[in-house]
């Protein structure tokens, strides 16, 4: 158990309605990842945050994309106007305040769009 | 993109026989990671390599890593049927995201 957890484990949407995810790490975790995960395929980074602040966003995310870290502990990821192309399992991540670099990933969300 | 390669793709072995999976990348590094994820859970991180190290062992797992052909291997020893999963590298180039490859998919025949 990574301490991480995300809600919900599972989504289904119809085309065109706003999803939107939650994570929550553990104190500890100064930063947080998003990742985007298609079947048979590696995580894709999404977006990190340190603290409350959101430094880095990959080409990935798209104007309909958004994520917020409001006070530094648990996440939000949201999607608006959904299509097909983004059913995927999004993952969460935290990472230790000086540590060397390991992730601790929450179980994910899997999202369905119909 | 995705900046490491797995190898091979899929690898299917008897209990007890170790396994070996292959990680290329493309650029410069920080360091290298593994983790691996079973059916339908989220990823587990296993060990994490330096740029300046060249072996590093956890308790059944060894990695190598060779900067000068950008590759590094993950050993699994005396297998067991739990160690069924897909098997990731991930690289980490500044302070920050991991890149992924694609996996190897370890099936464990007991």
């Known amino acids: 158990d990574t301490g991480v957890s995300q809600n919900p484990r599972h989504k289904i949407t119809k085309r065109g309605q706003n999803v939107t995810f939650r994570c929550d790490p553990i104190?500890?975790?100064?930063?947080l990842y998003w990742y985007r995960q298609t079947l048979g395929q590696g995580p894709e980074f999404l977006t990190y945050?340190?603290?409350?602040?959101?430094?880095?966003k990959s080409r990935l995310l798209s104007d309909r994309f958004s994520a917020e870290r409001p006070k530094g502990s648990f996440s939000t990821l949201e999607i608006q106007r959904t299509e097909q192309g983004d059913s995927a399992m999004y993952l969460c991540?935290?990472?230790?305040?000086?540590?060397?670099?390991?992730?601790?990933f929450g179980p994910g969300t899997r999202l369905t769009v119909l | 993109s995705q900046q490491g390669e797995e190898d091979p793709q899929a690898l299917s072995i008897q209990e007890g026989e170790n396994a070996t999976m292959n990680c290329s990348y493309k650029?410069?590094?920080?360091?290298l990671q593994w983790y691996r994820q079973n059916s339908g859970r989220g990823l587990v991180h296993l060990i994490l390599?330096?740029?300046?190290?060249r072996e590093k062992h956890s308790g059944r797992l060894r990695v190598t890593l060779d900067t000068s052909k950008k590759s590094s291997s993950l050993l699994i020893t005396a297998s067991r049927a739990a160690d069924t999963a897909s098997y990731f590298c991930?690289?980490?180039?500044?302070?920050?995201?991991?890149?992924f490859g694609t996996g190897t998919r370890l099936t464990v025949i007991p």
């Open positions: 945050f340190q603290n409350e602040a959101q430094l880095e």
């Open positions: 991540a935290g990472r230790l305040a000086g540590g060397p670099g390991e992730q601790f």
């Open positions: 104190s500890e975790h100064n930063r």
């Open positions: 991930a690289t980490q180039t500044g302070a920050n995201n991991l890149f």
């Open positions: 390599i330096r740029s300046n190290e």
């Open positions: 650029t410069s590094i920080n360091n």
